[in-house]
């Protein structure tokens, strides 16, 4: 029987496949049911092991995605295989889609204003009389209660927040302590790709698990946030071993 919940350094990842994956979600979503979805990759991993409160902060989330070949590795070295990786920025198009169909409605939040701007146009073009609850840039401070307000009051079934880490898990936590329901998703930086303004690998490249050399060579000022792949794995050797002696 496949294992649901995958321990990898201390953060529970969910074991689903990218359908099984949306197909749950959206069930949640129908049923007014508040979710918190957290889509993590080793960056995100490595520092929850060293922040105490952000790791608490996602032992409180509903589900946290593989958004990383990097994870997928990890949970191989455990013994313990997730199934697939799921993306963060796929599934949030899936989402926009199944929100689409169904008439639910969805708040944009994050990026920069001509970002978040060109976001809400492309997705109105591309799927008409979507139900847009709002948008707002993300250059706001996590104590702005007018914008979580602004939230809260557009009743939305499915908000995605595109702040980074750790900021949009910690409003996401805020928002839900209010809020009465909605999905609600921390997607990076989703909206720049969305947009084109950051501009995704190609096809062959997601295939091969290679959209992080794909990045890197894009943007070598990434080359720093890099280095923190290979201290993950590592870390995770190490949590094997560790097991392994106890066991």
């Given amino acids: 029987m496949t294992k649901k919940k995958i321990d990898i350094l201390h953060v529970l990842f969910d074991n689903l496949t ?9 069930n949640r979503v129908i049923e007014g049911k508040k979710t918190f979805v957290v889509t993590a990759n080793p960056e995100i991993v490595m ?54 169909v169904l008439g639910k409605s969805i708040y944009l939040l994050g990026a ?28 706001f401070e996590l104590s702005d209660d007018v914008i979580l307000h602004n939230v809260l009051n557009s009743n939305a079934d499915l908000i995605f927040v ?36 950051v501009k995704r690998a190609p096809a062959i490249f997601i295939k091969m698990n290679l959209e992080w050399l794909y990045r890197l060579v894009r943007q070598p000022s990434r080359f720093m946030r890099m280095l923190v792949i290979p201290k993950f794995l590592m870390a995770v050797y190490e949590e094997k071993k560790k097991q392994q002696k106890i066991n």
Avoid: C
């Fill in 47 to 100: 520092y929850a092991n060293n922040n105490k409160e952000y790791m608490q902060l996602l032992h409180q989330a509903n589900f946290i995605t593989a958004d990383g070949i990097g994870i997928v590795k990890g949970s191989n070295i455990m013994g313990t295989p997730i199934v697939e990786r799921v993306a963060g920025y796929d599934l949030m198009l899936d989402l926009f889609k199944e929100a689409h």
């Fill in 18 to 26: 990218q359908k099984e994956m949306l197909n749950t979600l959206i």
């Fill in 162 to 197: 595109g702040i980074g880490f750790p900021k949009q898990e910690i409003w996401i936590e805020r928002y839900l302590q209010q809020a009465e329901k909605g999905l609600v998703m921390g997607v990076g930086g989703a909206f720049d790709a969305y947009t084109g303004k």
């Fill in 112 to 139: 920069k204003q001509e970002v978040i701007e060109a976001a809400v146009k492309k997705i109105k073009k591309e799927l008409p009389g979507i139900k847009l609850a709002g948008y707002n840039n993300g250059y």
